[in-house]
T-cell receptor
Framework: GAVVSQHPSRVICKSGTSVKIECRSLDFQATTMFWYRQFPKQSLMLMATSNEGSKATYEQGVEKDKFLINHASLTLSTLTVTSAHPEDSSFYIC?????????????FGPGTRLTVT | GENVEQHPSTLSVQEGDSAVIKCTYSDSASNYFPWYKQELGKGPQLIIDIRSNVGEKKDQRIAVTLNKTAKHFSLHITETQPEDSAVYFCAASRRYGNKLVFGAGTILRVKS
């Protein structure tokens, strides 16, 4: 149980184009999903927190107009990188949080490798 | 806010030996402490977690200990195997779903 999928796993796009990444919780409902960015050999950097049906909360320094997040259902969140540039190249990972009981376990997707040329 | 420090940054052990990774946290209100294993090119995988109401939890070769007074928790892997080689992250959060704060990660290499 507690499987999170991401699509695509890898994407290469040209500078100036937009890319959409999907995150799905396959066997549970996730009221909250998170989007992280990870640079090589570094820890996970939280970009934003999204709750189903409401606007995402972005971390300080993350441009909300560049990284558009939509959490339209309890099993799907999307991250759109708009007008991508080479510096946006990174490993993007989503996670989904269960909501049963007192504590909230968080499960991660397999990640999406974005390369902007 | 919460700050999590993780040590060591790299750890090399011989196959069959034990490995210990330690984390300290700053927020005394934190009470959920998960550990994640990340293999190259993949997302982190939750391997074990501990809540503040217990001091130790075990799952086969993996165990986690928590010292709330000292604000530190540790991951113990016994009888290490080459497939244990990965990056391990500790994290901490408060109850009721506050965001996780991650440590910097530990690269574990198990030499056969």
């Amino acid at each position: 149980g507690a499987v999170v999928s991401q699509h695509p796993s890898r994407v290469i796009c040209k500078s100036g184009t937009s890319v959409k990444i999907e995150c799905r919780s396959l066997d549970f409902q996730a009221t909250t999903m998170f989007w992280y960015r990870q640079f090589p050999k570094q820890s996970l950097m939280l970009m934003a927190t999204s709750n189903e049906g409401s606007k995402a909360t972005y971390e300080q320094g993350v441009e909300k107009d560049k990284f558009l997040i939509n959490h339209a259902s309890l099993t799907l969140s999307t991250l759109t990188v708009t007008s991508a540039h080479p510096e946006d190249s990174s490993f993007y990972i989503c996670s989904a949080r269960t909501s049963g009981g007192d504590y909230y376990e968080q499960y991660f997707g397999p990640g999406t490798r974005l390369t902007v040329t | 806010g919460e700050n999590v420090e993780q040590h060591p940054s790299t750890l090399s052990v011989q196959e069959g030996d034990s490995a210990v990774i330690k984390c300290t946290y700053s927020d005394s209100a934190s009470n959920y402490f998960p550990w994640y294993k990340q293999e190259l090119g993949k997302g982190p995988q939750l391997i074990i977690d501990i809540r503040s109401n217990v001091g130790e939890k075990k799952d086969q070769r993996i165990a986690v200990t928590l010292n709330k007074t000292a604000k530190h928790f540790s991951l113990h892997i016994t009888e290490t195997q080459p497939e244990d080689s990965a990056v391990y992250f500790c994290a901490a959060s408060r109850r009721y779903g506050n965001k996780l704060v991650f440590g910097a990660g530990t690269i574990l290499r198990v030499k056969s």
